[in-house]
Every structure is written in C-alpha cells, then in structure tokens.
C-alpha cells in the first residue's frame, strides 16, 4: 500500500546516507545518492497521489505551490543547519547521524497506522 512505500522510501534514504557516513569513498557517495533519490522517489509518488485525491482540484495548484514552497524552505535552512553541524563534527559524522535520526523516525512511524495505509 500507499504507506508501505512511503515509509520503505524513508529506510531507503537512510541505508544512502549511512552508506555515505560509513564509507569514505567517491563511488559510495555515488551509491548512498543514488539510494537516497530512489528513496524520495519511492515517498514522493503516494505522498503526491494521496494529496491529488484529497484536494478539490480547482484547490490543487495552491496547495501545491505552497508545500512546495515549505519544502524547499524546509531544506534551505536545514542545508544551513547541516553544513555547519559538518564543519564541526565532520561530514561522515554528520551523515550516519541523519541517517540514525531517518531511520529512527521511519521505525517509530513503521509502528503505527501509516503502514496500513491503502494504495
């Protein structure tokens, strides 16, 4: 189902960026991005299905543009947030730790009603 993917998207981006952490090389920085693309590809389609069947469609462009405005907002700061965490601790570090957190996240959702989901 819908939830299903989303959140086997969500480990998928984790196993990425803990391959990235874990593994200093250029070819698994090439693996662990192309995992965590896969991953957002595999949480994007029912997370934008699910809102094409729940919005009116003369409400869907703006909805549309305002998520999509809060999600790159979203990164544009985290990118900040995480570019100095990097300088501090190092980028493997602060790699495995996003991926901890990721994952943990999918875990604890893993857990409830999302996972039922319907497709």
């Not at 070819?27 to 995992?35: I, K, Q, S, V, W």
């Not at 994007?44 to 069947?53: A, D, I, K, T």
């Not at 947030?81 to 999918?106: D, F, H, L, N, P």
């Amino acid at each position: 189902g819908s939830g299903t993917c989303f959140l086997c998207g969500n480990f998928i981006q984790a196993a990425g960026l803990l391959i990235i952490g874990f593994v200093p090389r250029v070819g698994a920085a090439a693996g662990g991005g192309f995992l965590w693309g896969a991953g957002m590809m595999l949480r994007g389609v029912p997370m934008h299905s699910l809102r094409q069947s729940l919005i009116p469609t003369e409400l869907l462009g703006r909805v549309t543009a305002i998520s999509w405005t809060a999600i790159f907002g979203a990164c544009a700061m985290g990118t900040v947030i995480i570019t100095r965490v990097a300088a501090r601790v190092g980028a493997g570090t602060t790699m495995v730790g996003i991926g901890v957190v990721v994952a943990i996240i999918g875990s604890v959702a893993w857990a409830g009603p999302i996972r039922r989901a319907p497709g």
